[in-house]
């Protein structure tokens, strides 16, 4: 059974950093196609970032220039660098994960396609 835990969130005043985790469990197969997703109050979950089974990676353009996706395949890992926070990143940030995929525009994407999600870390701004 895949197992995403994420971690590192908090809160932050606008421009500050925070960095993101998420442990992932239970596959070997480093072809997986990873992403972060968050959705705030009132609002639908959507794409941040992602990392294609390529290795490429697609950011939406509200987080462009802001936030770094990364991932260790040898840890089993996937981390979100993110920087010069605004208010309106304050949401709850999901890891997700899905092994048919293969590549995706994660500011287009229909989350509902990824198959194995955590619980969840929250990130409040304030200013």
């Known amino acids: 059974q895949v197992q995403l835990v994420e971690s590192g969130g908090g809160s932050v005043h606008t421009g500050g950093s925070l960095r993101l985790s998420c442990a992932a469990s239970?596959?070997?197969?480093?072809?997986?196609?990873m992403a972060w997703f968050r959705q705030a109050p009132g609002k639908e979950r959507e794409g941040v970032a992602a990392?294609?089974?390529?290795?490429?990676?697609s950011y939406a353009d509200s987080v462009k220039g802001r936030f770094t996706i990364s991932q260790d395949n040898a840890k089993n890992t996937l981390d979100l660098e993110m920087n010069s926070l605004k208010l309106e990143d304050t949401a709850m940030y999901y890891c997700?994960?899905?092994?048919?995929?293969?590549?995706?525009?994660?500011?287009?994407?229909?989350?509902?396609?990824?198959?194995?999600w955590g619980q969840g870390t929250q990130v409040s701004v304030f200013s």
């Open positions: 997700a994960a899905d092994p048919t995929l293969t590549s995706v525009v994660i500011g287009k994407v229909d989350p509902s396609i990824f198959v194995y």
């Open positions: 239970g596959y070997t197969d480093s072809k997986y196609l």
């Open positions: 990392i294609n089974s390529d290795g490429t990676t």
